[in-house]
C-alpha cells in the first residue's frame, strides 16, 4: 500500500482497558473551529487511553452543540471504536455482511481497495441522513480515517438548522407539522417498507428545530399533490444544501469524525475503484453508526 496515507502504530495499538495511561480529563480538551460555517475541532484526546463518562458527556455535547466534530490523531482498533460507540448511543449492526469488519458487526469498513463494486463504494455518494428510511434513525454517525486519498477523500456536510432558521416564518409555518413517506433508496417499488418522519424536526435533545431529510430517501410530503410534493422537496433540497450551510471535510488520517444525523445532511465522495497505480485514490474507513440520544446532564433539567 505504499502511496497511501495511511496511519502508523502509536496510540491506537494500546487496548482499551489497557489503562496503564492516565485518562484524558475533560478539561484537557482544546476545542476549535474546523474554519468552515460550522464544526469543531477536538485536539488533546486520546481515546485509546480510555474513557469516562465525564468525558463522553462532554463530547456528545460538543457534537448537539457543533453538529460535525473532528476529533483528530484517533487511531482506534475497530474495538476500541466499537466501545466508544457503545457508549455514546447503541451501535447499529450493518445490514450488508460482506461491509462488517471482522468480528464486530457494528464496525463496517467503507473502502475503495478490497474490489467492491461502485453501489458499495458509492452508497454514501448523495446527500441524505442515515437510516431515515428506517422507523429508528441513527442519531449519530462516526468514521475513523484509515487510508486517506490525496484529495483528502471529503464528506461534505449541511447545517439543518440554520437551513431551517433561514426561511422566511410563513415557509416555516407552511413546513412545520407535515411528515414525509421515506423508503431505502427512496424506492417505489414496494421492495422495501415505506416510513414516515417530520419534515421539520425538534432535536430529542437540544430542542432546536431543523428540517429533517429533505434530500435522499424522500417519496413525498403527506397531504400534498405529487406534483406539489415533488416540486417543494426538490426546491427545499436545493435550499437546504445550499453552499451557506456546507462545510466540506477534508481528512487528515486518525480523524474521527462524529456527526449528529438530526441536525445535518452528508454527501460522501464518489470514489474511483483504488488500485496499483490509483493508490493515491485509496480511501478506507471504519465506521459506527448508532441510535439513541445520550443526554448530557446540562440538557437533563
Ligand atoms: O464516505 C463518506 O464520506 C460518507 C459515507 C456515509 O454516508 C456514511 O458513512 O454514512
Ligand atoms: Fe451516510
Given at each position: 500500500?505504499?502511496?497511501?496515507?495511511?496511519?502508523?502504530?502509536?496510540?491506537?495499538?494500546?487496548?482499551?482497558?489497557?489503562?496503564?495511561?492516565?485518562?484524558?480529563?475533560?478539561?484537557?480538551?482544546?476545542?476549535?473551529?474546523?474554519?468552515?460555517?460550522?464544526?469543531?475541532?477536538?485536539?488533546?484526546?486520546?481515546?485509546?487511553?480510555?474513557?469516562?463518562?465525564?468525558?463522553?458527556?462532554?463530547?456528545?455535547?460538543?457534537?448537539?452543540?457543533?453538529?460535525?466534530?473532528?476529533?483528530?490523531?484517533?487511531?482506534?482498533?475497530?474495538?476500541?471504536?466499537?466501545?466508544?460507540?457503545?457508549?455514546?448511543?447503541?451501535?447499529?449492526?450493518?445490514?450488508?455482511?460482506?461491509?462488517?469488519?471482522?468480528?464486530?458487526?457494528?464496525?463496517?469498513?467503507?473502502?475503495?481497495?478490497?474490489?467492491?463494486?461502485?453501489?458499495?463504494?458509492?452508497?454514501g455518494a448523495f446527500w441524505h441522513t442515515d437510516?431515515i428510511f428506517?422507523?429508528?434513525p441513527?442519531?449519530?454517525?462516526?468514521?475513523?480515517?484509515?487510508?486517506?486519498?490525496?484529495?483528502?477523500?471529503?464528506t461534505r456536510f449541511a447545517d439543518q438548522a440554520a437551513a431551517y432558521d433561514a426561511l422566511?416564518?410563513?415557509r416555516q409555518?407552511l413546513l412545520?407539522?407535515r411528515m414525509v413517506h421515506h423508503c431505502?433508496e427512496g424506492?417505489r417499488?414496494?421492495?422495501?417498507?415505506?416510513?414516515?418522519h417530520p419534515l421539520v424536526r425538534?432535536?430529542?435533545?437540544?430542542?432546536?428545530?431543523a428540517l429533517y431529510g429533505v434530500a435522499g430517501t424522500c417519496l413525498d410530503i403527506i397531504?400534498l399533490?405529487s406534483h406539489d410534493s415533488a416540486k417543494l422537496l426538490k426546491e427545499l433540497e436545493l435550499h437546504a444544501t445550499s453552499p451557506q450551510f456546507v462545510y466540506t471535510?477534508?481528512?487528515?488520517?486518525?480523524?474521527?469524525?462524529?456527526?449528529?444525523n438530526a441536525a445535518t445532511l452528508h454527501c460522501g465522495?464518489?470514489?474511483?475503484?483504488?488500485?496499483?497505480?490509483?493508490?493515491?485514490?485509496?480511501?478506507?474507513?471504519?465506521?459506527?453508526?448508532?441510535?439513541?440520544?445520550?443526554?448530557?446532564?446540562?440538557?437533563?433539567?
Open positions: 500500500m505504499t502511496g497511501y496515507r495511511q496511519r502508523g502504530g502509536g496510540a491506537g495499538d494500546a487496548l482499551l482497558g489497557s489503562y496503564g495511561k492516565q485518562h484524558m480529563t475533560v478539561t484537557d480538551l482544546r476545542v476549535s473551529s474546523l474554519g468552515g460555517v460550522f464544526g469543531a475541532e477536538v485536539t488533546n484526546l486520546n481515546l485509546a487511553d480510555g474513557f469516562e463518562d465525564v468525558l463522553i458527556d462532554r463530547l456528545t455535547s460538543l457534537v448537539y452543540e457543533h453538529k460535525v466534530l473532528c476529533l483528530r490523531d484517533q487511531p482506534l482498533m475497530p474495538q476500541q471504536l466499537a466501545a466508544f460507540g457503545k457508549a455514546v448511543g447503541h451501535p447499529i449492526e450493518h445490514v450488508e455482511e460482506n461491509l462488517r469488519l471482522g468480528e464486530d458487526s457494528t464496525i463496517m469498513s467503507l473502502s475503495n481497495v478490497d474490489g467492491r463494486d461502485a453501489r458499495q463504494r458509492n452508497g437510516l428506517t422507523e429508528e441513527a442519531s449519530l454517525t462516526m468514521l475513523n480515517a484509515v487510508v486517506v486519498p490525496l484529495d483528502g477523500g471529503p422566511d416564518e410563513r409555518r412545520e407539522d431505502y424506492r417499488d414496494d421492495s422495501m417498507p415505506v416510513v414516515k425538534k432535536h430529542p435533545v437540544t430542542d432546536r428545530k397531504g399533490s471535510h477534508y481528512y487528515r488520517p486518525n480523524d474521527l469524525i462524529i456527526w449528529d465522495p464518489t470514489l474511483e475503484e483504488a488500485a496499483g497505480d490509483a493508490a493515491e485514490e485509496a480511501r478506507v474507513m471504519h465506521r459506527c453508526s448508532v441510535r439513541g440520544w445520550r443526554k448530557p446532564a446540562e440538557y437533563s433539567t
